[in-house]
């Protein structure tokens, strides 16, 4: 099959997207298919051929990339774009896709999981997307805040009803994700905030272990368990060699692997998901999973999560991005 896989953007999780999308390319190549990356922020600029032809590219655009340590210099990557236009799509990126038997799609953030890029290859025929956004009951409390408010009216929230701690969500990836312990320290985090975006969700702190769970095509994979050398999961701590450890199968009871494992199918289910995706859960010391989040485009390099759960079922990274391909193929015919 001809394959487009859509990586890089300009979100905050640009390098890890790079990666993800790079290393998928590769594995579909070796499967035989003619794939090719295309960075969707700066398209196929520096291509010269003819578009029909991309696709016999002999290394299908890979290139050498690597996460940072730190969050990208998206200024920099816009001021390196020949093409000077507001537009977060690239030369040429919906033309090669309107040409691709599939487009898979690397991105992480802001475009790639908030539905927009989905939104507009469905204009191009045969995409579905849908916006989903229920409550869950296994989340902890929380409330969900404009930015004008939460910043003017910062006092006003009941800690009392979200606990003495709290925890303000903005962007991905762990950036724009604080842990403030007073309301002194929530008054400042919600002023950096305002760099992320025009809202802000204030939640309780559940305090137990890191345990994420994927869903490959309706089957729970084995939990994974998240150890931060020092502080929390953020992203330091998830891209800095040594700074935390991932623990796969996690070393839990099996009656926490099965609350945790029914736990992200429930969600899973809940908000119509399919092919695959991943659940993020802070199980307490009783052994409950509290939700945090669900991550319907996770990171796909081949040391990420998803990978690693796939791997402790026998499921190799190469088959991994074919049952991704086919399960999505599936799903749009269906």
Known sequence: MKIVVLGGGISTERSVSLVTATSVC???RDAGHKAIFVDMFLGLENYTGRLEDAFDAPDGFCGSVSISETAPDLEAVKASRRLKSSSHLGVGVLDICALADCVFLGLHGIDGEDGKIQA???LLGGYEVEWLGEKIDLTPGWRRLTMVDAVKEYAGIDFGAISDNAQAVAAAEAIGVELPDTREELAQTLERML?????VIVEKKIKGREIQVAVLAGRVLPSIEIIPSDGFYDYANKYQPGAAREVCPAPIPPAW?????QAALTVYQALGLAVYARADFIVDEEGTPWFLEINTLPGMT???LVPQEAAAVGIGYEQLCQTIID?????RRG
């Open 26 to 28: 590769r594995a579909l």
């Open 120 to 122: 507009a290859l469905e």
């Open 195 to 199: 760099a992320y975006g025009n809202h």
């Open 257 to 261: 692997e099965k609350a945790v494992g």
């Open 302 to 304: 081949p040391t990420s």
């Open 327 to 331: 399960e999505s193929l599936k799903a």
